[in-house]
């Protein structure tokens, strides 16, 4: 289902009879509820920011917003709602580089006027766009934090109005709680012209609710200055849901794709209806309206077909994570995506073809912890990488463990950091699928001297035999490889603490995988919890030949670890 109108967030001057501009009678009954239309225009005003109506003011009707001034401990008024699990997502000028990086079939003119966009918004204003649990997608002029724009998706309305309550602040919930993806994309603005200029391009912002629920939701920032509600209609894309899409916790991708279209490619998060881990790709002008004109893309890749009980069900749900986007020979063009699960399995979707009709999903590696005599599986809730292997293919690299519910806050399961090797993306993975005994183990070991007092860990530094390989062993035998892989087993905070687990993106520096592994705190009313910061070699999983960070000690003994510059990459784009 998609919606793809925008209005201004006012209350409507004649409920009489509303208009393509006002709200919906369903958008006005659930801000008004039982109460007079009065106190429906009432709570929408408090939404907007209006204090009339807090506390003992006005209708005393809704809850007061206050912090604690930290510098002068007085409480002031804050209208801004609390941030949660959003990240502040930054844009300025365009920074991808279409006009060099597409080279596939069909993408020449597209390329030309790529080009021509980057040059037409050199000098952009820079925002700050950011998620919040006031109801709205916030953004923010970087300059002096002025808002310009905020958006309340009409996936919140029915529990908009809980964010008035008295009581409020002792039933928290959440509403647009993911981080926002900002990318450009291109479209024909004039449908079945032959033209391709400047204007066919757009950056948009595709956002989620995460936990606060099941849609993600798009926007047009190509021009800040462009912000009005008179321009609603305009700057609002598409909202979307689906019957299996879950809590939105996947992260899209703004791609390319094979057959022509540019797509957001997302998982359907967790707790869907039917219980399946499923890959979606929308069109990214419409969203998969496929009434649109020309109708929108909507494409359901589901990893579950056949309804397999071990793969999910509406009663032992699974569900699909954020993809890792393959563009493997180079084109611009998206090949193939690979993405976990809740049940372990890292699945390998084939989007290579000119024909979607032919897109295909395969399971190549299950996660499990070894024990015995039943192995557990290893829940995925981050996004892979990838790297190339020398002899061919990719090596994908991820880490299990998930931080979702009350009851993840105790599991003392062991999990596990991995580098799989697909051979070759374009056909079946070898049978049966690997497991840990065609894995090269590696190891972490706690350092038996900390330096004053600060605990460090190092890795192993054992080489990888691949399959197919010939190889020396340690003892100057010759050994045919037979790795398809590595492993290393994150060695847990304490035999009875949190498990260490990885719930986090993990980020390629130079040569190196750096991820971070965190043990949360079992009491609820306890900050934080412990997490490391580890860093291995991203082809093979041992230790790095050189020095990551620069461990320094002063007079004091206070050790500093300053990280020795290195090419970062993100998204397909290094930067130093």
Known sequence: DTVDRGIRFRWPSNLASLGTTDLSLAQVNALKGSDAASVGEARLEFLRGSSANEGEKGLKLFRLRMETDETTQTRVPFVLGDIINSNPTYIAAPQMRFDALLKGTGTTNEAAAYSDFRTAHKNRAAMVYVGSNDGMLHGFAAADGAEKIAYVPNLVFANLAKLTEPNYNAQHRFFVDGSPKIGDVYWDNAVGDSTYD????????????????????????????????????????????????????????LVRLNNGKWAAVFGNGYNPANGHAILYLIDAKSGGNTSATPAGLKIVLDTNSTNVASLGTSANPNGLSTPLMIDLNSDGIADYAYAGDLFGNLWRFNLSSSDSSTWSVTRIFTATDGASPTANAQSITSKPLAVRQPNGGLVILFGTGRYLGATDTSTTAKQTFYGIWDQDPSVAPTTPLPTRAKLQQQTITTLANPINGQTFRISSATDVCWNGDTCTDSGGNTVSGQSLGWYIDLPGLSATAPAERVTSDPLLVGQNVVFTSIGPSSDPCEFGGVSWLNVIDATTGKRPSESFVDLAVDDNGNVTATPIKADITENGQTTS
């Open 198 to 253: 400047r204007e066919d391009w757009h950056t948009i912002l595709v956002g989620s609710l995460r936990k606060g629920g099941t849609g993600l939701f798009a926007l047009d920032i190509t021009d800040p200055t462009n912000f009005s509600e008179s321009n609603a209609a305009n700057l609002v894309l598409w909202e979307f849901t689906d019957a299996n899409l879950g809590y939105t916790f996947s992260q899209p991708s």
